[in-house]
């Protein structure tokens, strides 16, 4: 008793964060319930119609199911291909930078589309790669193409052209932990090859990337515990119903599914399901990453 | 051997340069070209072939912009949540961390866990709307503050900053008698402020930039709508983004200049804030960064 009154300022001060916590990220949890009921909002907990699994199943049985998984998993791979190797191999050629100044100026200048939000980013490539855009311009004046292309209007173009657009948006920041690392690296090895007569490529492969190569393994499993959960910012913002069938992803199903037309208990549903996916994922990713005996572990 | 490497090194550096150039151009020329079109006469613009540098310079378009209701609105409204929610969130996330930081502390463990936890999963987009929704918070200003008032992972880099500070610090302002609040405002906020202003720059980035929130609990009320909404509706409507009611205007005084002039001069409005900040921020938020990576 003693200690809880010598502890009572801490008490306070954790205390109004404690209840925000189980409030606003434990009772949605709790929510989760929904997704076995015939949920209807104005009925109580105990008037609920319990349905077992009947969402799941149903959820299994659409096509459009399919058609959405494809999508988000084909563009999170992209995303884990690209949005995560070219931020190293930017690191890498950062780093190899000697005058540090240009090195500031092209550090500031990558860190600065992170900043904006996909709102503008969609706004300014839709208006770069519309018909009049600068980037039409440029094919066309190099004779690639003799008119111009219509990127937002073919379905088979966007995976691609979100995965690029991303890149070119978080290639920069993605690099900071890289080129941290990089910088903790420690110089005498670099001698060393240095005078084993290794060039810079070698260095690179031989000392640079063996000295990150735990950052590397921490910042893999976190990206494949996130593979599912690429959001639908950009899929929402970039797409339009031409390519429809290549632009929805899970979580804008459940937005058109859940909430506007107001199936929650499905909608809650396919959370359950991503939210599974995504745990298998992480751990997968874990014990994989171990077995090939990296120090770099998540949980 | 030595003449062989020196030469393929300067190819090297040769392809180094140009290469990182090429990256600086293509990331500023999006930007450039906005900030050139939305300094051009409207009527000019749509000639096309503006890059860089606007062909006839004018402010006609921001004069023109800044008397849009619905877009004033949306630049307050976006202030006004930036501004509280950075205070209220870095203030929450740095309590939350001295909190766990205090090793003495008998629900240490549990209110770390409780935050550990939330890093792993969410209870997803429908529990969470639901409720908004029992709350009340639906249409009303607090829901851009309070549901995401504090990131777990700003939190840990809080506190592993924290842990960095000497504990005799503490320790001696104990025996003079200063209670935890006091030592937390007078002693742990001024220590931490590098780290603060990283996660109040990330804070507020977020707040600044997001639209889904506005678009998912507050559509229904023009009074709340956020600049970025704004800006996300005019993007998805280019057809009707001409149309007087979007910008609050009545059918009589329709917009005199092209949607595209108005979205490219918003364009600038909405990013301008926060590239003005961020590189003054930089040499924090890289060590924020790395510091919550090492730690985290």
Redesign the interface.
Known sequence: MRKLYNQRYLILMSLPFVIWVILFKYVPIWGWTMAFQEYKPHRTFFEQHWVGLAHFRTLFQDPMFYEVMRNTLAMSFLSLLCGYTLPIIFALLLNELRDGLFKRFVQTVSYLPHFVSWVIVAGMFSRLLGVGGAVNEVLMSLGIVDKPVLFFAKGEYFWALVTSIDVWKEIGWNSIIFLAAIMAVDEDLYDAAAVDGAGRFRRMWHVTLPGISTVIAIMLIMSIGNLINIGFEKQFLLGNNLVKEYSEVIDLYVLNYGIKIGRYSYGTAIGIFKSVISIILLFTANRVIQRFNVEGRVL | MVTN?TW??RV?NVF??V??IF??A??????L??LAISFNDSVDSVR?GI?LWPRQFTLNNYREVFTYPTLVRGFYISSLRTIIGTALGVL?SA??A??IS?E????RKF?SG??I??L????????????V?KLGLMNNFWVYI??G??GGWNVFVLRAYIDTLPVNLKESAKLDGA???TI?FRIILPLCKPVLATVALFIA?GQ?????DTF?YASSNPDLTTL?YE??RI??NTAMSSTASMYGLTAANAPRISP?SI??TI?VV??LP??AV??FL?KYF?KG??LG?IKG
Not at chain 2, 26 to 31: D, Q, V
Not at chain 2, 104 to 107: G, L, R, V
Not at chain 2, 121 to 129: A, R, Y
Not at chain 2, 208 to 212: L, M, P, Y
């Open positions: 490497r393929g090194d090297f180094l340069y290469f990182m990256m600086a293509i990331t500023l020329y999006p930007f070209n906005v096309g890059h929450s309590m939350v001295y909190v205090c003495e502390f008998i629900a209110v409780l935050f936890l939330t792993y999963f969410s209870g997803g987009l429908i529990p969470e709307f639901m409720l929704r309070l549901p008032l504090i209670n935890d609040l937390f980035v600044w930039n997001s639209w889904f998912l970025q800006m996300m993007m998805q595209e979205r490219m364009t909405a990013t926060i590239v961020y590189p930089q890289v960064l790395t990576a």
